[in-house]
């Protein structure tokens, strides 16, 4: 049973150009979440999504950043025009519900700008 | 946003060493969770807490929820060099709705073999 799949674990961008995250999450979860971490610092939440709805996105940035999951294949989080603060690690998370225990991780990606 | 402060920001102990650490947040939690991340890896639940004073061991860990819903504590009882990494805890606001948590700052433990 694999884990949250979350691809490129690395991402290396030039300042204007667009970075796409995707994000599978576990078998049986339909509740996808995503969080930044910039350098030495905890996870911040971005936004919660199911199935073709954006539930709360009060994390995310209101300019460049947007995120779906659609019905058929991975979530994504695409970041446009990025900039060299946008340079973190961002992690996916999933879960089958409201069920705090079963809220898994991915291994992250790695966005770098240059 | 919520707060969540994490102390120490770091320790260097020699093994088999007991840890402890603390966060503290401004306002009422009503989950608090703990969790370690490896270099490289996304963060990997260790212990969930669900009432005020509630006691929870998971092995050599063991976690408190905070009487005043506002803090938590972890301690790690004869360290071995595998605990090696970054501590973070996490909590679900009492007032918070949806399913995200706020994650502290995070505690990094080095342990000397």
């Known amino acids: 049973n694999a884990g949250v799949m979350q691809n490129p674990r690395h991402l290396v961008r030039r300042r204007g150009q667009e970075a796409r995250l995707r994000c599978s999450p576990m078998k049986g979860h339909s509740h996808v979440y995503w969080y930044r971490q910039l350098p030495e610092e905890g996870l911040k939440f971005m936004v919660y999504l199911q199935k073709e709805n954006i539930i709360d996105e009060s994390g995310m940035p209101k300019e460049r950043f947007s995120a779906e999951f659609p019905k058929e294949g991975p979530s994504i989080l695409r970041i446009q025009q990025v900039v060299r603060g946008d340079s973190a690690a961002y992690f996916c998370a999933s879960s089958p519900g409201r069920d705090f225990l079963r809220y898994t991780f991915g291994s992250g990606t790695r966005l770098t700008v240059v | 946003g919520q707060q969540l402060n994490q102390s120490p920001q770091s320790m260097f102990i020699q093994e088999g060493e007991d840890v402890s650490m603390n966060c503290t947040s401004s306002s009422i939690f009503n989950t608090w969770l703990w969790y370690k991340q490896d270099p490289g890896e996304g963060p990997v639940l260790l212990i969930a807490?669900?009432?005020?004073?509630e006691l929870t061991s998971n092995g050599r860990l063991t976690a408190q929820f905070g009487t005043t819903r506002k803090d938590s504590f972890l301690n790690i009882s004869a360290s071995i060099p595998s605990d090696v990494g970054i501590y973070f805890c996490a909590g679900h606001p009492f007032s918070g709705t949806g399913n995200q948590f706020y994650f502290g700052t995070g505690t990094s433990l080095t342990v000397i073999p």
């Open positions: 807490l669900y009432k005020a004073g």
